[in-house]
């Protein structure tokens, strides 16, 4: 089962959206909520503050 791109869970078969950039890549959204996020507004996983690849990041910095 692939991650979701932004977020990082893993999506569920069936369910979730597929985006292909120009350039060839394969991006994997598991809800339009991350979609929105990444394409939309542009932000980043790392500092928005429900996503998996944030919740490493600040574990990282207190240890």
Sequence with gaps: MPLCSFCG????KGTGKVYVK???????FCKMKCEKNMLKLKRKPRTTKWTDEYQKVKKGIKA
């Design 9 to 12: 869970k893993t999506i569920t």
């Design 22 to 28: 120009t350039d060839g890549k394969l991006l994997h």
